[in-house]
């Protein structure tokens, strides 16, 4: 596949991609004059009875007529042209599946274009590009329904990381390729050929042929230049389609219906979702909401944005809703795992489905640096589908099983122990220890008193008994206050959230707190 070559202002040269879906037409010359047998096309007759004014009045409400009412470009007639027309008439099927693959997201694509005032015709651009399949990707690394490339989405300000591949987000990448369009365009001299022609192969490549004509004494017209073949097939494939569409009616052809209204809406749902959840609340199918957001590589929506998610146009009412009355520590499942000699962040991350960076952040952790037996607070999807092929040691960190024993140690407490912090060492539950030895879980513990434990229980750590809740810190709050609300000290504050006991608290900062269910 080739790849596109875009200047960006005057300077910096991209590496844009392209997975043309180009049909196997073959062509011995750019420039053949051979007749190919089509349709002979006619005008359109004026309505004449009051069937044909109903008919015309009903078409107003289909996505087609909106793109054939924002027509722009020019349909050459040329050899390839009327080939590739050919071929989109002997070949039905292939138009009756992009179109149903295209009808959740083509109103929003108009919208786009029309805002920008370009011509509709770019809306079919992505049937050529990826046969309108968001998860289309090429050889060359082109990516989405507009097969960008990672420079190009880099450029364009699209993110791509771990969690989130904005080059298959319908939103993202459209807006990123439009404004890619518009750029061409300008630079270009305001020749749509051209710039159609650049976003296949990259604008050095036509400039440079268009300046190869010149000292050549050449004509610089589209059909004159030296091209790549791709790029010589692009721009008359595109003709070719758009003329299939303006004229379906007189061809013969059926489009499918798509109804001209909002399919889909995107919601800003400002932090990260887990995704079952979110389509719970949508009363979808999970396998429904990815795939009207493919850009969402994981369980969840990206730790870090952006916040936005896709859900039927019918749904989003009753999705709000539900996102308006969610509790945020609900957004997320968590769980406590206690890291073994050995034990890496990337290796727990891998075993978990999340990333190094989400478990630094969660955890309060700057480096690589992790302790064997002290504990993660680690975000889980909250429906695995991959639960039972999972180690035992990965389901005992999940829900652990309580197992009896008469065996009794005892712990003396030292300068600076916390519940937390006894807890931890001897890998057990807050609630296990205030049961063992009939405390309260805001009593003081004193310096010389002594705990008992039975070490062979192991901790119960699912949600019937703690679970992780986020505080957002408010103006006024001091780890006093919030200690005193939550019946925790101000010690187990300090080393959930690897805070120093000096520390301010900041209005906003997000705080975590281990919370008993009982």
């Not at 440079?208 to 721009?235: C, Q, S």
Request: aromatic share 8%; glycine share 4%.
């Amino acid at each position: 596949m080739k790849t596109k070559l875009s200047l960006l202002s005057a300077s910096v040269i991209l590496m844009l991609g392209c997975q043309s879906i180009t049909p196997n037409i073959n062509d011995d010359a750019i420039n053949d004059t051979s007749s190919v047998k089509v349709p002979t096309k006619t005008s359109k007759q004026q309505p004449t009875t009051i069937e044909d004014i109903e008919q015309d009045v009903a078409e107003v409400n289909d996505i087609w007529q909106r793109v054939r009412d924002g027509m722009q470009l020019k349909i050459a007639e040329k050899e390839l042209v009327d080939k590739y027309r050919q071929w989109y008439i002997d070949n039905p099927k292939h138009l009756d599946i992009v179109a149903q693959r295209a009808e959740p997201f083509l109103y929003f694509i108009l919208e786009e274009i029309e805002k920008r005032n370009l011509p509709t015709e770019l809306a079919l651009l992505p049937v050529i590009e990826s046969a309108f399949n968001p998860t289309a990707y090429s050889p060359s690394d082109a990516s989405g329904l507009w097969q960008l490339t990672l420079p190009t989405a880099n450029a364009f300000k699209v993110k791509t990381n771990w969690w989130y591949d904005g080059r298959r987000d319908v939103r993202a990448s459209t807006i990123a390729a439009l404004d890619l369009l518009e750029y061409l365009y300008v630079k270009m001299g305001k020749n749509w050929n051209y710039a159609i022609a650049a976003y296949n192969s990259g604008e050095g490549r036509v400039l440079n042929a268009i300046k190869r004509n010149k000292n050549n004494g050449k004509e610089t017209n589209f059909w004159m230049l030296k091209l790549p073949k791709e790029t010589a097939h692009y721009v008359p494939q595109l003709m070719a389609l758009a003329d299939i569409i303006k004229n379906s009616h007189e061809l013969g052809i059926n489009l499918p219906a798509i109804e001209n209204k909002p399919q889909i809406e995107v919601v800003n749902i400002e932090s990260q979702l887990d995704l079952n959840l979110a389509a719970e609340m949508a009363k979808i199918s999970v396998d429904e909401l990815k795939s009207l957001n493919p850009g969402l590589l994981r369980w969840a929506t990206a730790p870090l944005g952006p916040h936005l998610l896709t859900v039927p146009a019918d749904s989003a009412k009753t999705f709000k809703q539900s996102l308006a009355s969610l509790e945020p520590e609900a957004r997320i499942n968590w769980v406590r795992y206690k890291i073994k000699s050995g034990d890496s962040i990337g290796e727990i991350a891998q075993q978990f489905e999340t990333s190094p960076t989400m478990i630094r952040s969660s955890n309060g952790i700057k480096g690589n640096n992790i302790v064997a037996g002290k504990f993660l607070i680690i975000p889980v999807a909250s429906k695995d589908p991959d639960l039972a092929s999972m180690s035992a040691d990965q389901l005992l960190a999940r829900k652990p099983i309580i197992q009896s024993s008469n065996q009794r140690n005892t712990y003396t407490v030292k300068s600076g122990d916390s519940l937390w912090a006894i807890a931890s060492k001897n890998s057990v539950s807050i609630d296990q220890i205030t049961k063992w030895n009939k405390l309260k879980k805001d009593q003081s513990l004193k310096i010389g008193q002594t705990l008992v434990f039975y070490p062979n229980q192991i901790a119960k750590v699912d949600s019937s008994n703690e679970k992780v809740v986020s505080y957002k810190v408010k103006s006024g709050d001091s780890l006093v206050r919030i200690a005193a609300r939550y019946k925790v000290t101000v010690a187990d504050l300090i080393e959930w959230n690897s805070l120093k006991k000096n520390n301010y608290l900041q209005p906003g900062q997000m705080l975590k707190l281990l919370i008993s269910n009982s």
